[in-house]
């Protein structure tokens, strides 16, 4: 027994000195960059606590409002702390191109050199030079690990246990998110090297979360009463105000992840703005059409479908085509969570797939139509140029298959693994009763 705790002390100690991701040559902090950079950290952990958790909470029946806005307040301290000990170095360091090395774990090395600039990806021939310290880039990606997992809740609203959920979302982050985040956006990741474009989440977030989502309404089934009870939202003054702080805070989501305050951030916010506008307009009009009537949660709806699909191409497209990706957006998702869901059966308690997934789908294969070439260019990063037309939207396509296919594979297997272990969802009388009282002894007055 002292020989193996021998060996596993010193295989921790060689871990803890793996060689940190700066370079000698490291460029130097830029004060504006880093500014705009925790700005909008600052703006994306808002999208999750409060804005996710409103909208969500104002969107599922007053019995689950508090269980609800519960996930998403646990959800961003798991995945903190999972995020911090190995969630980061499994997704932003070399390692090979599917999953990162440990180089990084529990965040050795970061504080090295805490007031520098360093190098995403150092010693690769694709390596990118950052203009703002690591500590910030890592607090910046920690808040999309956040709000991914986050969203997946949507599909299970109402009846998942806690214990359960907790666990899921810890092992989805290791084994789902970070995978296909590195994949994605480390300069090693093999989605990276095939050139496929997605500026700020549309495979990494959005379709690994809808797809997830999906997975987790499919193995749960439906709730009880779907389809005869009155399922309709408690409070959707809450859910305005969780979508307007989700808009709001997606100028952080998109804008940022230009990693500067230059004119790549300037266009990503004009056309996040322009895409979100069309979208909602697209959702509320063929809803008008549809049923005579324009609805407040159609209109948010539209909103966030049309954030969503934006998302991947907001570095790389021009205003025009963000108006055509938003109003696209609106009217398939606006399809996609009402005729499509019905029409196939699942229930989808809060359109995690509808939206996130589709609108996804729609915002990746987009980019490959639309990227404009002198935008995508960044004279510091080795990726090259990303320019619209039928080879780029194979590219675009080979990302989403392969997400969708991982994180369907992916996601199940954990959903088994949890569900012997604890069960995945509460009895039929726990459901009734509402997941508030039932699982954290609370109610609404």
């Known amino acids: 027994m002292n020989t193996l705790l021998r060996r596993a002390g010193l295989a921790f100690a060689i871990l803890l000195c793996a060689a940190p991701a700066f370079a000698e040559d ?15 950290t600052a703006l994306v952990l808002l999208m999750t606590v409060p804005g996710l958790a409103l909208f969500y909470g104002g969107m599922v029946r007053k ?31 070399n390692g090979n191109p599917y999953i990162g090395d440990l180089s990084r774990f529990m965040l050795n090395g970061i504080g090295d050199k805490w007031d520098q600039a360093f190098i995403l990806g150092a010693g690769t021939d694709a390596a990118a030079p950052q203009t703002i310290p690591e500590t910030v880039y890592m607090m910046f990606q920690m808040t999309f690990a956040i709000i991914t997992p986050a969203l997946i809740a949507g599909a299970f609203a109402d009846r998942m246990k806690f214990s359960a959920m907790c666990a899921f979302m810890v092992l989805w982050s290791l084994f789902v998110y970070s995978p296909i985040a590195h994949w ?86 004009t056309v996040t703005q322009i895409a979100t506008a069309a979208a909602a307009l697209g959702w509320t009009f063929a809803e008008w059409i549809s049923t005579g009537k324009p609805s407040v949660l159609g209109a948010v709806s539209g909103a966030v479908a049309g954030l969503v699909a934006i998302t991947p191409a907001s570095g790389f497209v021009l205003p025009g085509s963000a108006l055509i990706i938003g109003i696209v957006a609106g009217v398939v998702c606006f399809w996609a969570a009402t005729s499509m869901k019905h029409l196939l059966g699942y229930d989808d308690s809060l359109d995690a797939f509808g939206v996130h997934g589709i609108g996804g789908m729609i915002g990746a294969l987009l980019t490959g139509v639309f990227a404009y070439g002198p935008l995508s260019a960044d004279k510091d990063h080795a990726a090259g140029v990303y320019i619209g037309g039928l080879a780029q939207l194979k590219i675009q396509a080979i990302a989403v298959a392969a997400t969708m296919t991982y994180t369907a594979i992916a996601t199940l297997v954990i959903l088994l693994i949890v569900s012997v272990v604890f069960g995945l969802r509460v009895n039929q009388e726990e459901e009734r009763e509402g997941l508030d009282v039932v699982l954290h002894g609370e109610q609404l007055g």
């Open 26 to 40: 490291a460029p130097k902090v830029d004060s504006g960059d880093t500014a705009w950079m925790l700005t909008s």
């Open 63 to 93: 019995k689950n409002v508090l269980a609800t806005m519960m996930q998403s307040f646990i959800i961003t301290c798991l995945v903190t702390v999972i995020w911090m000990v190995a969630g980061y170095s499994l997704a932003f360091t």
């Open 184 to 269: 994605v956006w480390a300069p090693t990741g093999w989605l990276n090297a095939l050139g496929a474009a997605d500026f700020a989440g549309g495979t990494v977030v959005h379709i690994n979360a809808g797809v997830a989502g999906l997975m987790c309404a499919l193995v749960l089934g439906k709730r009880l009463g779907y389809g005869t009870d009155n399922m309709a939202p408690f409070n959707l003054a809450f859910a305005v105000i969780g979508a307007s702080l989700l808009w709001v805070g997606w100028f952080g989501f998109n804008a940022g992840s230009a990693t500067s305050a230059g004119g790549r951030a300037g266009m990503a916010m």
